[in-house]
């Protein structure tokens, strides 16, 4: 009898090790896939666009999105050929789905796919959230050559052609940066004068 009760309390040791080594291990794999999980959201847009509605409207005057002149209106007299900046539409800057990268190019040097309608004495202008991963992208200026000048989000170095309708020439963006319409107002101000041309954001 004794020998019994001691392999019963054995055995019954054993099921409580064995239940508690699966419970740690059941909970360890959890930790993990929850983890995964996390990190995959973080890297990844939860939807094609990332959630950017734009608010920009006909008649917006563009101004400028950072440095010392922030929030001023953009003159067309202060770019020379070659010249980009951040801007968004007066009064709509707290929304960055509304930024635009405005550049200025030689007029002959526009070809499609861009559409020249949405242009005006060689301004021209996109979204300037990646298409990728939604970085903000950047100007690269050609000094010596303008027209050499081009379009690169610096996270993940996508490549686009602002004077080919800001096609995508290098890296993983899948599609271009929608272009905007804008013009230049007889104070010598921009303006917007339509909406995005297609999908802003995140594409992937």
Not at 33 to 48: A, Q, R, Y
Not at 76 to 105: C, E, H, M, S
Request: glycine share 12%; net charge positive.
């Amino acid at each position: 009898m004794v020998g019994e009760n001691v392999e019963n309390r054995e055995g019954q040791a054993g099921v409580t090790r064995r239940r508690f080594t699966l419970g740690i291990l059941l909970t360890a794999v959890a930790g993990a896939f929850g983890s995964l999980l996390s990190l995959l959201k973080v890297l990844s847009p939860e939807k094609k666009g990332g959630g950017y509605v734009a608010t920009v409207a006909q008649g917006d005057k563009l101004v400028y999105a950072k440095g010392g002149q922030e929030g001023s209106p953009l003159r067309a007299a202060a770019f020379q050929l070659g010249d980009a900046v951040l801007a968004y539409p007066q009064g709509k800057t707290t929304n960055q789905a509304n930024l635009v990268q405005l550049i200025r190019l030689q007029e002959s040097e526009l070809k499609a796919p861009i559409r020249k309608e949405l242009t005006d004495q060689g301004f021209v202008a996109y979204s300037a959230i990646c298409t990728h991963l939604g970085c903000t992208v950047s100007w690269v200026k050609n000094q010596q050559s303008p027209a050499a000048s081009y379009t690169e989000c610096f996270c993940h170095n996508s490549i686009f052609d602002p004077a080919r309708g800001a096609k995508v020439s290098g890296g993983p963006a899948p599609i271009p940066l929608a272009q905007i319409g804008v013009k230049v107002s007889k104070d010598g101000t921009l303006v917007f004068t339509s909406s995005f041309s297609g999908p802003i954001g995140p594409q992937v």
